[in-house]
């Protein structure tokens, strides 16, 4: 790794705020400045401010070129990555109480019921605070008893995350650079426990001693660059790894792309997932992480499953919900006053039943995946709307419904139009207070919803 003199810090401190492009271009060559890797910082910096900003605000962080920039981990994800590893491995008599009352929890039905259960609302407290590594002595021999080691280090966002619950955290990585940015980052961001090993994951595995975690993040992409997303196309398989992984490990936290089904991922690794976090920040889903763990019973159990988009987190037991849809057992309430469209962890994980019997609301119509209800709805896990009004595609009810509007935002959900060809069909601009919805709900009927965002 190249550290930065003197003249290239002073350069990257009086410019960070500037356009980099720009300054590639005007600035002046100064003797002793570096400067590709004085833009490289400026990038990084202004990145991280945005994505990292634990790490933007931390000084003497050195950061990669800018692809490296993009695809790492952001904050926020690599925030609950921490929260799930210590809630593993919270005290047995949380862990107890967590399968316990939230399993109880997903039979309770109430329109306002909060996202977590008062169980998962403990949990996740319990697991700040061990992120948080409180000075107490009790949490001082938690910590002093856990090892971990993340096999595919990488930038080492997650590992920085990850080791701050761990008295001994090991960083595994190839590429020499990035071990060499590694060790130098984490020293700047104060982790002491952190150790550094410049080698094949797989190897170190192989030869390693069992820890309390395990962390993958499996390369996706091939020798040629192009993407991959299937887990046995991945470097490394973890389906070759698995049941070293169990021996090694009592618990393995597994990164994979947000493009699987996390069903049939949760099937092939047989009976294995404990647990399945499909991760969304900004209504954006970004990963799908699968907690594998050996098995407490005989017959294998299916995995708890984990929707967060930002501060929205319901969890539920994947047995009790496995259809997704229920068209038909609940008819629509005549008064259709509100819709509800789940958000994107929602979406990918398909627990419609539950959002449905959690919430109180009904579903529109087969694999519409959007919600009605008569009245509204406390705390629900995406977007809100008042509806106005609906009707159909004839000429009457489109002229009714658009009552002289020229602007709408548009949305389709199991529509034979798509939202440019619908705009198209309406003569609408884009934009304005109007939320137009074109969907197929009970009885096959296409029809227009005009709502207004609460």
């Avoid at 920085?160 to 619950?165: C, D, E, I, P, T």
């Avoid at 792309?257 to 996390?262: E, I, Y």
Wanted: with cysteine.
């Amino acid at each position: 790794m190249t550290i930065m003199n003197d003249e290239t810090r002073e350069f990257v401190a009086m410019h960070r705020n500037e356009d980099v492009r720009e300054l590639a271009l005007k600035a002046k060559r100064v003797e002793g400045l570096d400067l590709p890797l004085a833009l490289d910082q400026i990038a990084g910096w202004q990145i991280a401010r945005k994505k990292l900003p634990q790490w933007a605000s931390c000084e003497g962080i050195v950061y990669p070129p800018h692809i490296s920039m993009e695809q790492c981990s952001s904050q926020f994800t690599a925030q609950y990555k921490s929260e799930v590893a210590q809630t593993l491995l919270a005290p047995a008599a949380t862990v107890r109480a967590r399968v316990s009352d939230s399993g109880e929890s997903d039979n309770q039905t109430t329109k306002s019921e909060p996202q977590l259960s008062d169980s998962a609302e403990s949990v996740m407290q319990t697991a700040k605070s061990a992120f948080q590594l409180s000075d107490s002595p009790e949490s001082d021999t938690l910590v002093a008893r856990r090892a971990m080691v993340d096999l595919t280090g990488g930038f080492g966002v997650d590992f920085s995350y990850l080791a701050r619950g761990f008295s001994q955290a090991t960083y595994v990585e190839r590429q020499r650079h990035l071990c060499d940015l590694a060790e130098h980052n984490m020293a700047a961001l104060g982790l002491d426990q952190a150790r550094i090993v410049c080698g094949d994951g797989v190897e170190y595995l192989r030869q390693m001693g069992p820890v309390d975690f395990i962390y993958l993040d499996p390369a996706r992409r091939d020798e040629h660059g192009s993407r991959t997303y299937a887990i046995e196309d991945c470097t490394p398989n973890v389906f070759e790894l698995r049941d070293l992984l169990l021996s090694k490990s009592q618990y393995t936290l597994v990164k994979l792309s947000p493009m699987l089904d996390w069903r049939k991922a949760v099937a092939d690794f047989d009976g294995t997932v404990r647990e399945v976090h499909i991760v969304a920040t900004g209504n954006e889903c970004k990963e799908l992480l699968l907690v594998l763990g050996q098995q407490v019973h005989e017959e294998p159990s299916a995995p708890r499953v984990f929707c967060v988009n930002d501060n929205q987190r319901i969890d539920y037991d994947s047995a009790a919900y496995t259809q997704g849809l229920r068209i038909g057992g609940k008819p629509l309430p005549e008064a259709k006053n509100y819709l509800y469209e789940p958000n994107a962890s929602i979406m990918k994980a398909g627990c419609f039943d539950l959002v449905e019997e959690r919430f109180g609301v009904t579903q529109v119509g087969p694999s519409s995946h959007l919600f009605v209800s008569a009245t509204p709805v406390a705390d629900f896990p995406g977007r809100g709307f008042a509806i106005e009004a609906i009707g159909g595609m004839n000429k009457k009810d489109i002229k009714r419904l658009l009552n002289g509007t020229k602007q709408a935002n548009i949305a389709v959900r199991n529509f034979p139009l798509t939202a440019p060809q619908l705009r198209k069909k309406l003569k609408l601009a884009d934009g304005g207070p109007v939320y137009l919805f074109g969907t197929t709900m009970q009885g096959c009927d296409h029809v227009l919803l005009r709502t207004s965002k609460i």
